[in-house]
């Protein structure tokens, strides 16, 4: 089992920045990847972003150029730097750690921490 504790939500002003992390903890293997989802109400979750153990990283259009993804040094954290936020951006953010054991893949996800961009 895989254990993940996000923080760093909350409300911000549009245009201003915030920045989540995620921490995981248990069965992680050396192969993986994070990936930070959103959803909004009445939405579908969708991909925000996610950064593989090897370093690639791979962003929503939506997001491109204001948002970056980097995991930390002990490899089992990963960040999300939210830049020049909009109220579109406003979504329960939920991390994600996906990896394949024996040909199957597993995915585990965070509690969700909420994002509000309002003036």
């Known amino acids: 089992q895989v254990q993940l504790v996000e923080s760093g939500g909350g409300l911000v002003q549009p245009g201003g920045s915030l920045r989540l992390s995620c921490a995981a903890s248990?069965?992680?293997?050396?192969?993986?990847?994070m990936a930070w989802y959103r959803q909004a109400p009445g939405r579908q979750r969708e991909l925000v972003a996610d950064?593989?153990?090897?370093?690639?990283?791979n962003y929503a259009d939506s997001v491109k150029g204001r948002f970056t993804i980097s995991r930390g040094n002990a490899k089992n954290t990963v960040y999300l730097q939210m830049n020049s936020l909009k109220p579109e951006d406003t979504a329960v953010y939920y991390c994600?750690?996906?990896?394949?054991?024996?040909?199957?893949?597993?995915?585990?996800w965070g509690q969700g921490t909420q994002v509000t961009v309002s003036s």
């Open positions: 994600n750690v996906n990896q394949v054991h024996l040909l199957r893949r597993y995915d585990y």
């Open positions: 248990g069965s992680i293997l050396s192969r993986n990847t």
């Open positions: 950064v593989t153990s090897a370093g690639s990283t």
